[in-house]
């Protein structure tokens, strides 16, 4: 077990050294600065604010910097708002976004379990229909298009809730929702299929040979054994939300880091760019860290020391 | 048991011997693969109507190349933001009007527009033909979807039947390269390729295809590995088969199931990821237009003029259903074990 941690915290190293390192060989390879009125400007003044912004270095240096920055939480100074240090910008808009994505988790991953299981018990019934059709449906409307129309129909229309901004926990309702829509469907999708192998599984017809109730079957057997397999999607799921968030904290004015992102990319601040990516890729990959080791703790079936091949 | 019966020679008829030959033999006749996961599919009607509303939309968007009722590019300013009109038909929300300051008010007759003019479904800001748009639309968004998915799927089938076949230590060389990638977000590898190639539909397209092919190189990879234990490819191998054609002849037929369900499930995924970057901002840029970008303008006017975002919206979404609905028909038709 020791030993599987450490492997996979070296890889996760690397994974992030080569993230930073193509991160930032890519930004450089962009044309940009943070000059605005270059024409205006005599070449000392240039001189003068690139160097502020260590871009008088050689590449190089630069990326040493960067790197050594990096794992001292610095990121750099924002090209957008002059004077702000990335990190300050990061970590006054991650708290949204966390907050966000772990309502949306709870309420995608918990409703999808029941509806899904539901589909799985009364297969082949109206129930399992409904279900499937509605899961499709969160499948395949896309994450914007549901947030516009619950922005535009619940918060404008009915008035029952704020349409934008940020200010407690009602503003978070309609964001949490329209997050929440996909992976509410994906776990619904999954635990059906999970469920309905595990109910034709040889220990189901010995639990209710036994004479165990209908639900007994169903809770203590059936789905215990399909919630174990849930943790392998947690992952994507977090993948899911992170990508939704970008645009649904637009269409919401969420101060979070997914508008962050978006607006960094409209005006090229590529420092921000840069430390949004490292972000949004550590969160990632200790997502999926704690998912292998909470799935290897939780399924006896999984031995983490056999996983060679 | 003592009795014995006696039985004279011409107590026995003899049959005509030509006509019962096939007695024994199975009626059904011999079903390829193909033809079986068709016969299997036809008994979904989910599937095929998702199969039929595809074909349909593929051949409007494809089709609209040819014959549109209006330039998708032409602008008209005088008749801008007008609202759906169809010839003789008088229900509100199809008949030219719009609800202006609480009252209804004929938007065609205030633009001046002849009793002639209408627009199916109505026009937007700059006065271009809404369905000439979403036909257009579509077929970008089609398009990109299709040849991201084709790269895809030509780079990820090979990686997968290479890092398989091979085995050992390439295979887990390969193998750390998939998880490396596998645990950046995959919009963020998308938003940094289309930085450095600039917005566009090329871009899009590389940076879809990009990001998307580990799954399927993962899948391929995992089923190479079981299929080169299997006798048949020992058998070629000690025929004295070359690899290449070992892959060609025994691995990509075997296969064939896992690439088009896989196939199948990337393309509305691609059609997703290229309306979102459209969405935000740094996908498709103008003149050219994908569903993505008809979003972005519609949402801007969705107080007032809902149709211009509610049909590229509907458009989307039952694309979105007809291939996942689809996808899961051939699913089940392909692999009848499978899960699902």
């Known amino acids: 077990m020791a030993k599987y941690l450490i492997k996979r915290i070296f890889y996760l190293l690397l994974t992030l050294f080569i993230v930073i390192t193509v991160t930032f060989f890519m930004m450089k390879l962009l044309p940009g600065t943070p000059l605005t009125n270059q024409q205006k400007l005599s070449p000392a003044q240039q001189h003068l604010i690139l160097k502020q912004y260590g871009l008088t270095k050689p590449v190089w240096q630069q990326y040493l910097i960067y790197v050594a920055g990096v794992f001292h939480g610095n990121f750099g100074t924002s090209f957008q708002f002059s004077d702000q240090p990335v990190s300050y910008l990061i970590s006054s808009r991650i708290g949204p976004s966390l907050l966000l994505g772990a309502q949306a988790m709870i309420l995608g991953v918990i409703p999808g379990i029941l509806v899904g299981a539901l589909g799985a018990i009364k297969k082949n019934t109206w129930v399992d229909s409904t279900t499937t059709i509605v899961s499709i449906l969160g499948i395949s409307i896309p994450s914007f298009v549901l947030a516009v129309l619950l ?37 619904a999708r999954f635990i059906r299929t999970e469920m309905v192998d595990v109910l034709n599984s040889d220990y189901i017809e010995l639990a209710k040979a036994k004479g165990l109730s209908k639900w ?7 789905l215990r054994n399909s919630l174990i397999p849930v943790v392998t999607i947690i992952g994507p799921l977090a993948v899911n939300i992170m990508t939704g968030s970008m645009v649904i904290e637009n269409i919401f004015s969420v101060p979070g880091i997914g508008e962050q992102f978006v607006k960094s990319i409209l005006t090229n601040d590529y420092p921000t760019i840069m430390a949004v990516t490292i972000v949004y890729s550590l969160m990632l990959m200790v997502v999926l860290l704690i998912t292998d080791i909470v799935y290897g703790i939780i399924d006896p079936r999984i031995r983490i020391t056999n996983t060679s091949k | 048991m003592a009795d014995e019966v006696k039985l004279p020679a011409d107590a026995f008829e003899p049959l005509d011997k030509s006509k019962h030959l096939d007695s024994e033999k199975i009626s059904a006749p011999n079903l390829t693969f193909m033809q079986d996961a068709w016969r299997r599919l036809k008994k979904n009607k989910g599937a095929i109507i998702a199969m039929t509303l595809l074909i349909i939309f593929f051949v409007m968007a494809f089709g609209s190349a040819f014959i549109s009722p209006h330039n998708p590019n032409a602008v008209n300013p ?75 799927l030509l780079f990820g089938v090979t990686f997968g039947l290479f890092s398989g076949w091979k085995g050992g230590r390439i295979d887990n060389f390969m193998q750390r390269i998939i998880e490396i990638i596998m645990s950046i977000p995959t919009l963020v590898v998308v938003v940094l390729l289309i930085l450095v190639l600039k917005p ?14 580990t799954t399927m190189a993962r899948l391929i ?22 690899s290449i054609k070992i892959a060609f002849k025994h691995l990509l037929p075997n296969l064939s199931s896992i690439i088009i369900i896989q196939t199948m499930f990337t393309i509305p995924s691609a059609i997703f990821f290229e309306a979102f970057l459209s969405y935000v901002g740094i996908g498709i840029s103008s003149p050219k237009a994908s569903l993505g970008t008809l979003l972005n303008d519609g949402q801007k006017n969705f107080q007032f003029l809902p149709y211009q975002m509610w049909y590229p919206a509907i458009v989307l979404s039952i694309i979105m259903i007809a291939f996942n609905v689809f996808a899961d028909g051939l699913r089940d038709a392909f692999d009848p074990q499978s899960k699902g």
């Open chain 1, 151 to 187: 922005q535009y129909y619940i918060g404008l229309k009915l008035g029952w809730l704020p349409i934008a901004d940020w200010g407690g926990f009602a503003y978070t309702i309609l964001p949490t929702i329209a997050l929440a829509a996909s992976p509410f469907a994906d776990t």
């Open chain 1, 216 to 222: 007994g079957v169903i809770y203590h057997h059936a």
């Open chain 2, 78 to 152: 005088q008749y801008a933001n007008l609202p759906p009109k169809w010839p003789g038909v008088g229900i509100n929300g199809f008949n030219g009007t719009l609800v202006q300051a609480g009252s209804r008010v004929d938007a065609y007759k205030a633009a001046g527009a002849a009793s002639s003019v209408h627009y199916w479904l109505g026009t937007d800001y700059l006065g271009r033909d809404l369905l000439s748009r979403i036909l257009y639309g579509t077929r970008i968004s089609l398009t990109v979807a299709v040849v991201a998915t084709l790269v895809d």
């Open chain 2, 200 to 213: 566009g539909m090329m871009s899009i397209t590389i940076a879809i295809a990009f990001s998307s092919w």
């Open chain 2, 221 to 242: 990879r995992a089923q190479t590995l079981e299929l080169k234990e299997q006798e048949y490819v020992l058998a070629a191998k000690t025929l004295g088969e070359s």
